[in-house]
């Protein structure tokens, strides 16, 4: 069964700080896609990347980058410099492969003070 | 513009009701799904569907029906054997599994929020 495990609940930081969220997976699968989509309070899910388990490059987009570890099964995002739109709740999600269906874990909810 | 359509936005069912939440594409996904949302427990898939005339249930389908009639359209009963409806609900369509790199994975439709009354 696949798993996807995000350490932190809930973090707090202050404005210009940088933060980063972990994401720890389980699959069995050798083919397989990671997530991280992003929730603002009105509650719709925002993409923010998508990584194929074949590609361990690490990205860089903007204020956002991401380290995936094959060897430890982490896939990682990290905000710089983070700023108050910041604030929201973080999934990670694992892809089946076979079925399309995603697995989500249970979120990091980030709070940005000013 | 495609996207996905979730209606209504609130919903608000009496006990032993059975409601209906409408969901919409017009990306010409292939796939769909819902998933429900509760606080500090991510999204749990409840059905997926990946053709017409076709599901699956997910993890937690208990108490809850679907249909596939038309490829974009995928609408979700909450039954009144689901004993603990309220959550919020957000449906996702696909082009599907086994699509490769030319599918940029999920789009997501802004949610229903059920409070049983």
């Known amino acids: 069964a696949q798993k996807v495990t995000q350490a932190q609940t809930e973090i707090s930081v202050v404005e210009k700080e940088d933060v980063t969220l972990d994401c720890v997976y389980e699959?069995?699968?050798?083919?397989?896609?990671l997530f991280w989509y992003k929730q603002p309070p009105s509650g719709e899910l925002v993409f923010l990347i998508r990584r194929n388990s074949f590609d361990e490059q690490n990205e860089i987009s903007g204020r956002y980058s991401w380290n995936f570890q094959k060897s430890t099964s982490s896939f990682n995002f990290t905000i710089t410099a983070s700023q108050v739109v910041d604030s929201a709740v973080y999934f990670c999600a694992l892809e089946d492969t076979s079925y399309g269906k995603l697995t989500f874990g249970q979120g990091t909810i980030l709070t940005v003070h000013p | 513009d495609g996207g996905i359509t979730q209606s209504p936005k609130y919903l608000f069912r009496k006990e032993g009701q059975n409601v209906t939440l409408s969901c919409e594409q017009n990306l010409n996904h292939d796939a769909m799904y819902w998933y429900r949302q509760d606080p500090g427990q991510g999204l749990r898939l409840i059905y997926y569907s990946q053709i017409v005339n076709d599901f699956q249930k997910g993890d937690i389908a208990e108490g809850y029906s679907v249909s596939r009639e038309k490829k974009e359209s995928f609408p979700l009963t909450v039954t009144s054997a689901q004993k603990n409806p309220t959550a919020f609900y957000l449906c996702?369509?696909?082009?599907?599994?086994?699509?490769?790199?030319?599918?940029?994975?999920?789009?997501f439709g802004s949610g229903t929020r059920l409070t049983v009354v």
């Open positions: 699959t069995r699968d050798t083919t397989y896609y």
């Open positions: 996702a369509s696909s082009y599907g599994s086994g699509t490769g790199v030319l599918d940029y994975g999920y789009t």
